[in-house]
C-alpha cells in the first residue's frame, strides 16, 4: 500500500546488489511512495549483481561509484543533480565489507590492512558521502540521510569480528556530522540498527544462520525483514520524522531491549540436559 510519503522526492540509493540487498527493498519502497532515485554501487558490484534489473522496475539511473572515493562521490552527486536537474531529499547509505571476516580471521589476529579497508569501505564512505554532499550543497534543506548499522557496535557478538569496529564508527559518524548537518541545513543523519538479514554480505559472518535463529527466539516480535526495513528507512526519508536527527535507531522486533526470552531459554534448558545425560551415560 501506497501513502504517498516521499511524492516529489529525489535520493540516492547506494549498495543495492541484489533482490536480497536490504539498499534494494528500499529502492522498491522509495519509488512505491513515490520517489525518483539514482542507483549507485562500485562498478564491480554492478557488474556482478543484477541493479539494472532493479534500475529498470524503478526508472531509475544508475551511476557506478566507489564510495571510498571522493572523486568518484564527487562525479555521482554532480551527475545526479544533473539527471534530477537540481538538488535531491534522500540518501541512503547501505554499504559494508570486511576482508578479515571473508578471509576468516579472527579479531585477535587481524591483518590491519585488511582492517583498514574494511573501516573505509563500512563508515568512512559514510563521512567522505556526507562531507563531499555538504561541500556541493547537494541536499534539500530538511532533506535525510540514513545508514545501516548492528547492534554489534554496542555489543559483542561473536563472530562479527572488525565490523563492530566499523558499526561503532559509523554511528559516531552519524551523530558528529548529524549536528552540523543540522545546525546548517535542517538535514538529518541517522543510523538503522537492524535485526540480522540474510543479506548477501550478512549471510557471510560466521555462525549467521545460529545468529538469525537466536535473535529471532530473543525478539519478542521476531526478527525484522529487509521489507520491514525499507517500510522504516522510508519513514525517515519522510517528512514525518522531520526532528528526528542523530539517533541510531533499534529495528529488531525488541532485540536490543531483551535478556532471555522463553524460547531462547527452553532450547538453552535443552541443550543443558543433553549436556547432563551425555555426562552420566559416560559416568555410567
Not at 525518483?36 to 534500475?55: D, K, P, Y
Not at 529488531?252 to 540436559?273: H, I, P, Q, T
Request: proline residues 1%; charged residues 25%; contains cysteine.
Amino acid at each position: 500500500m501506497s501513502y504517498n510519503l516521499l511524492k516529489g522526492k529525489k535520493g540516492i540509493i547506494f549498495g543495492a546488489l541484489n533482490d536480497k540487498s536490504i539498499a534494494w527493498k528500499v529502492a522498491e519502497r522509495a519509488v512505491e511512495e513515490g520517489a525518483e532515485i539514482v542507483l549507485t554501487n562500485m562498478a564491480v558490484s554492478i557488474r556482478m549483481g543484477t541493479i539494472n534489473e532493479l534500475a529498470d522496475k524503478c526508472g531509475a539511473k544508475v551511476i557506478a561509484a566507489d564510495a571510498t572515493s571522493v572523486e568518484d562521490l564527487e562525479n555521482l552527486f554532480d551527475e545526479t543533480m544533473k539527471h534530477f536537474g537540481g538538488k535531491i531529499d534522500f540518501v541512503l547509505h547501505s554499504i559494508g565489507s570486511s576482508p578479515n571476516v571473508r578471509k576468516s580471521r579472527t579479531y585477535d589476529d587481524l591483518d590491519y590492512g585488511f582492517l583498514q579497508k574494511t573501516l573505509d569501505i563500512s563508515a568512512i564512505s559514510f563521512h567522505k558521502m556526507i562531507q563531499v554532499a555538504r561541500k556541493k550543497d547537494a541536499i534539500n534543506d530538511w532533506g535525510s540521510i540514513v545508514a545501516l548499522s548492528y547492534i554489534a557496535a554496542q555489543r559483542t557478538l561473536y563472530g562479527y569480528n572488525d565490523m563492530a569496529d566499523a558499526k561503532a564508527l559509523l554511528e559516531s559518524i552519524a551523530r558528529s556530522f548529524g549536528y552540523i548537518y543540522g545546525r546548517e541545513k535542517k538535514i538529518r543523519i541517522n543510523t538503522v540498527s537492524q535485526s540480522p538479514t540474510p543479506t548477501t554480505a550478512g549471510s557471510g559472518v560466521f555462525g549467521f544462520d545460529g545468529l538469525l535463529d537466536f535473535a529471532d527466539r530473543m525478539s519478542p516480535l521476531g526478527n525484522a525483514t529487509a521489507d520491514d526495513c525499507a517500510d522504516y528507512v522510508v519513514m525517515l526519508f519522510s517528512d514525518l520524522t522531520r526532528k528526528v536527527t542523530m539517533q541510531n535507531l533499534y529495528h529488531d522486533g525488541g532485540f536490543s531491549s531483551m535478556g532471555m526470552s522463553r524460547n531462547a531459554m527452553n532450547v538453552y534448558n535443552k541443550s543443558l540436559e543433553m549436556e547432563y545425560n551425555d555426562v552420566k551415560h559416560k559416568e555410567e
